[in-house]
């Protein structure tokens, strides 16, 4: 089946203006997770959702930072005022359950380059 | 919450021989440790993964082990090929604790390269 798609791949914006990222998780996962990879390092966790519910959101990097999940399937991740250290590729997750123990199956993710 | 630290960041062997990466973590209750595989330009695939009530875990070329006690876990690969050449992100995760930031603590990658 269709893995986990996310949308735009690749972003340029300019310092100040509002992005849009989105995800399809993969039919059928309730959770899904939000991570931000900036060049040559590792995955930070941004936010998870269990159905359309995000428990926790101080993984985020600031409040220019907001996710949401509609009818427990797509997500969009917005940025407001974009800097230029928000550059990097944000990737999405999805697992068939929440918590230890399920595969989180990635997208390709989108790479936002802000300038 | 959860630490997680890997080691080496940078692995150079020979064509056939064996790597190791090795992964401490700091949260005791975490019980899921999952390695990743991320080709240069791709996303990160699941390669294998250890469970705490499992001390080692094997799949062909590939193994983990784990221990609690030490709170450290590796990733070994034997008969090392080209192919697997990419960044390895080792991780660990807590029981699902139902309010906290539960997503997958990383380690910050190997870049393992097989030397032909």
């Known amino acids: 089946g269709a893995g986990v798609s996310q949308s735009p791949s690749n972003k340029v914006t300019e310092k100040g203006k509002d992005v849009e990222l989105r995800c399809d998780p993969i039919?059928?996962?309730?959770?899904l997770y939000w991570y931000r990879q900036s060049l040559g390092q590792g995955l930070e966790f941004l936010i998870y959702?269990?159905?359309?519910?995000?428990?926790?959101k101080s993984g985020l990097p600031s409040d220019r930072f907001s996710a949401e999940r509609t009818g427990g399937s797509v997500s969009t991740l917005t940025i407001q005022r974009t800097q230029q250290e928000d550059s990097a590729v944000y990737l999405c997750?999805?697992?068939?359950?929440?918590?230890?123990?399920?595969?989180?199956?990635f997208g390709p993710g989108t790479r936002l380059t802000v300038t | 919450g959860e630490n997680v630290e890997q080691h080496p960041s940078t692995l150079s062997v020979q064509e056939g021989d064996s790597a190791v990466i090795k992964c401490t973590y700091s949260?005791?209750?975490?019980?899921?440790f999952p390695w990743y595989k991320q080709e240069l330009g791709k996303r990160p695939q699941l390669i294998i993964d250890?469970?705490?009530?499992?001390g080692e875990k094997k799949d062909q070329r590939i193994a983990v082990t784990l221990n609690k006690t030490a709170k450290h876990f590796s990733l070994h690969i034997t008969e090392t090929q080209p192919e697997d050449s990419a960044v390895y992100f080792c991780?660990?995760?807590?029981?699902?604790?139902?309010?906290?930031?539960?997503?997958?603590?990383f380690g910050k990658g190997t870049h393992l390269i097989i030397q032909p």
């Open positions: 959702f269990q159905g359309n519910s995000a428990p926790d």
């Open positions: 039919s059928g996962h309730t959770a």
């Open positions: 997750a999805s697992s068939l359950e929440y918590g230890g123990g399920y595969e989180q199956y």
């Open positions: 949260d005791s209750a975490s019980n899921y």
């Open positions: 250890i469970r705490s009530n499992v």
């Open positions: 991780a660990a995760t807590p029981p699902y604790s139902g309010g906290g930031a539960d997503g997958l603590t």
